[in-house]
Each structure stands twice: as structure tokens, then as C-alpha cells.
């Protein structure tokens, strides 16, 4: 199975100012979310969307710019960062709204991206 980029995420402590930054720099539209924070449409039919969220203290990463690479099996794919020297940070927990499974991880040198089973 291929694993293609399918969303990415932006997050910080002061998720309330990203929102206007990020639509007023790039003209997106983006809309408030109960579970998943800020829903991000960039407006284009290229590339991905994503969302926008909070960080809090007991998250364990802050700000950071992820992205989410999808896998057909999410706990296979857990297993091979670990056996691959990354280090798995969240999850797989189950998305709001039933819409999947996520995983976040860091790899050897400290970049954090994510993993998602439909």
C-alpha cells in the first residue's frame, strides 16, 4: 500500500491567535471544531488540509508543524518506528467521530509526525 500525506496539523499554547494568522496570511477557511480544534480548508483541490490545536502541559510536545502519513495498519506501523529507533509519543487512539486511528511519534532526530488508519 502506498502511504501518502494526508493531513497536517498546527499546533501552539496560543492555538486562539493561529486561527486569524493563518486565514488572514493565506486566505483559508478555517472553522471551529467541538473535537478536532480548527478544521483548516486551504480553498484549493492541490495538496491536503489539516487542522489547527491547542498544546497543553501535559501533551508531550508543544508548538509544532506535523504531518500525518496514512498506513493500513496503525499498530504494525507503531512497531516499526520503535524497531526503526523513532519514539512513539501518542496514541494509536481513536479519532472523535469515529473517523479513525492516530499515532504520533518522533523520529531519531526529534521531528514529530503522525500516522493514520482510516
Same mark, same amino acid.
Given at each position: 500500500?502506498?502511504?501518502?500525506?494526508?493531513?497536517?496539523?498546527?499546533?501552539?499554547?496560543?492555538?486562539?491567535?493561529?486561527?486569524?494568522?493563518?486565514?488572514?496570511?493565506?486566505?483559508?477557511?478555517?472553522?471551529?471544531?467541538?473535537?478536532?480544534?480548527?478544521?483548516?480548508?486551504?480553498?484549493?483541490?492541490?495538496?491536503? #488540509? =489539516?487542522?489547527? !490545536?491547542?498544546?497543553?502541559?501535559?501533551?508531550?510536545?508543544?508548538?509544532?508543524? @506535523? &504531518?500525518?502519513?496514512?498506513? /493500513?495498519?496503525?499498530?504494525?506501523?507503531?512497531?516499526?518506528?520503535?524497531? #526503526? =529507533?523513532?519514539? !512513539?509519543?501518542?496514541?494509536?487512539?481513536?479519532?472523535?467521530?469515529?473517523?479513525? @486511528? &492516530?499515532?504520533?511519534?518522533? /523520529?531519531?532526530?526529534?521531528?514529530?509526525?503522525?500516522?493514520?488508519?482510516?
Amino acid at each position: 500500500m502506498p502511504n501518502p500525506v494526508t493531513i497536517f496539523e498546527i499546533a501552539g499554547k496560543k492555538e486562539d491567535s493561529l486561527p486569524d494568522f493563518y486565514g488572514s496570511l493565506f486566505e483559508w477557511k478555517i472553522n471551529q471544531d467541538e473535537d478536532c480544534g480548527n478544521q483548516v480548508d486551504t480553498g484549493s483541490d492541490q495538496g491536503i #488540509n =489539516g487542522h489547527i !490545536v491547542e498544546t497543553t502541559d501535559e501533551m508531550p510536545i508543544t508548538n509544532h508543524v @506535523t &504531518f500525518y502519513i496514512q498506513v /493500513d495498519d496503525i499498530h504494525e506501523y507503531v512497531k516499526k518506528v520503535e524497531s #526503526n =529507533g523513532g519514539k !512513539v509519543i501518542m496514541g494509536p487512539m481513536s479519532v472523535p467521530q469515529g473517523e479513525g @486511528t &492516530f499515532a504520533m511519534f518522533l /523520529d531519531p532526530c526529534g521531528n514529530c509526525l503522525g500516522l493514520f488508519q482510516s
